[in-house]
C-alpha cells in the first residue's frame, strides 16, 4: 500500500487544540486566490496552552511574517496548522502526543486542516459522529428526555364521520383537533 493509500485507512483521533470560543468558523473560499477562512479562529486567552489536535510529527515550527506558526502531519496524512502562537513548544521532526502542548497562544488561535492541498473544516476532524438535535418545547416546559429509539406513532383518536355533504370539512376539522 503507498503512504497515501496508508495514511486513508488509518483512523486517528483529533480533538480541538483548546477551550476557547470560535470566533470566526470555517468559511471555504469560492477559489483557490478567494477570500474566506480556511480553517477556525479561536478568541484565546494569551499564554493559554494550545494542544496537538491528534498524535503526529511536527513539519514545521517557526516564524513567518513576524508571527509563529506549528504545522503537524498526522498518521491519515491530513496537516493541522496553529497560527498566531505567543510561543512555540516543539521542534521539526519531534513527534507530539494528543493533547500535549505545541505552543501558547496569543489573544487568537488560527487552526487549519489539510488533505493533500485541499483545506478542510477541521472541526469535523473533531465532531463525534453526526450532530445531536434536541428539541425544545416553545411553551417553556421541560424538554422530552433524549432517545435513541424509535418511538411509534401515538394512536389517534376516532372521529366521528357525519353521513352529510358537509362531511368534507367536519374530517378536515377533526384531522386539524388531532
Do not use: C, K
Not at 20 to 35: E, K, S
Not at 70 to 85: E, Q
Amino acid at each position: 500500500m503507498t503512504g497515501a493509500a496508508a495514511g486513508a485507512a488509518t483512523h486517528v483521533h483529533y480533538e480541538p487544540p483548546t477551550d476557547a470560543p470560535v470566533i470566526d468558523p470555517f468559511r471555504p473560499p469560492p477559489g483557490p486566490y478567494a477570500a474566506g477562512n480556511r480553517g477556525i479562529e479561536y478568541r484565546t486567552v494569551p499564554g493559554s496552552p494550545v494542544r496537538a489536535a491528534a498524535d503526529g510529527r511536527v513539519t514545521f515550527a517557526g516564524a513567518i511574517a513576524g508571527s509563529l506558526y506549528v504545522t503537524l502531519l498526522h498518521a491519515d496524512g491530513i496537516r493541522t496548522s496553529y497560527s498566531y502562537l505567543a510561543s512555540i513548544a516543539v521542534g521539526p521532526g519531534e513527534a507530539v502526543r494528543l493533547g500535549q502542548p505545541v505552543g501558547t497562544a496569543g489573544s487568537r488561535l488560527h487552526v487549519g486542516a489539510r488533505r493533500g492541498d485541499t483545506y478542510i473544516d477541521p472541526a469535523t476532524l473533531w465532531s463525534r459522529g453526526p450532530p445531536r438535535v434536541r428539541l425544545v418545547p416553545l411553551d417553556g416546559g421541560p424538554p422530552e428526555p433524549a432517545t435513541h429509539e424509535a418511538r411509534p406513532p401515538a394512536p389517534r383518536a376516532s372521529v366521528p364521520q357525519r353521513p352529510t355533504s358537509a362531511g368534507r370539512g367536519w374530517r378536515r376539522f377533526a384531522r386539524w383537533l388531532a
